[in-house]
């Protein structure tokens, strides 16, 4: 019986890796032809029906992606897209770059598709303007981009949904030097500095300036190895916000964090009627 349990374990994991993997293929293919090589075409490869969209821009639906791709990508000649980092986690895939093109700046984002079938069915986003490096020279999109420790894939889902759960949606912020090695943590939020004091220093600029910033809940934990994408929602100021955040994990320690922070529209403003989660 042991060993019937110990085989059935191992097929488990192994095939999880194996969905995971083609779920990557498929979204970093998708991405790579759509918005780097930008062939259209390959949305009637990549995608299919229903295709549900949260972008809160964007009708839901394959017309509207074709739409958003022929007027944005195909006659824009100054559009680009950089994919720096890509995940996936069981049926989802999610991608960190920078568009050009869009609009008068860059943007930096998280893309995250789910796939069904092998084709791409589900899409939310976090775009932002990119800046310039913040106070410890970091940018929005450098460091490390290799997953690694996947067989701790898990635990750091664990690990990163308790910290959200307990010190940014829960207020225990005495709580917070658990989750971290020291002073040992790499920012690459643009107005804030390295470490736990970087942090704090940071916290307490945004509160002289009056815009505290609270979480309210989180929608999702995402996790590929070593990186983990927590999808939340909060105030930032007195709007509604977005909160895409991911934590690098180290040794059962959160090492670094990126971030995108971005406002979330009223339902009447929005495009299609899927919300932004």
């Known amino acids: 019986m042991k060993l019937r ?10 095939s999880t890796g194996a969905f995971a993997a083609d779920t990557k293929e ?3 293919g998708a991405m790579t032809e759509l918005m780097i090589n930008k062939n259209v075409d390959a949305i009637d490869d990549y995608f299919a029906e229903p295709y549900v969209q949260h972008n809160q821009q964007v ?3 394959l017309e509207g992606l074709k739409g958003l791709a022929g007027q944005v ?9 950089e994919m720096v980092r890509s995940f996936a986690d069981g049926d989802l895939g999610f991608v960190h770059g920078i568009y050009k093109g869009f609009g008068p700046t860059p943007l930096v984002a998280f893309d995250v598709f789910r796939v069904q079938d092998g084709k ?10 990119v800046a310039e490096p913040n106070p410890s020279g970091h940018t929005q999109t450098d460091g490390p981009t290799e997953v690694s420790d996947r067989d701790k894939t898990d635990a750091n889902r664990a690990l990163v949904r308790d910290f959200i759960e307990t010190v940014l949606v829960g207020g225990a912020f005495d709580k917070m030097p658990a989750y971290f090695d020291g002073d040992n943590y790499v920012q690459h939020n643009a107005n804030i500095g390295d470490g736990l004091s970087g942090l704090a220093a940071g916290l307490e600029a945004m509160a002289k300036a009056g815009l505290s910033m609270r979480f309210t809940k989180n929608h999702m934990v995402l996790a590929d190895g070593n990186f983990v994408l927590a999808i939340s929602e909060g105030i930032l100021g007195d709007k509604p916000m977005a909160f895409y955040d991911l934590f690098r994990v180290e040794k059962d320690k959160i090492a670094e964090h990126w971030d995108v922070i971005a406002p979330i529209l009223p339902a009447s403003e929005a495009a299609n009627d899927n919300g932004k989660f």
């Open 73 to 81: 990508i195909a006659d824009n000649p100054a559009f680009e897209y």
């Open 5 to 14: 349990n110990i085989a059935t374990a191992a097929i488990m994991i192994f």
């Open 59 to 61: 009708p839901s639906g």
């Open 120 to 129: 791409i069915v589900e899409h939310w986003d976090n775009l932002m303007p």
């Open 26 to 28: 498929i979204v970093t």
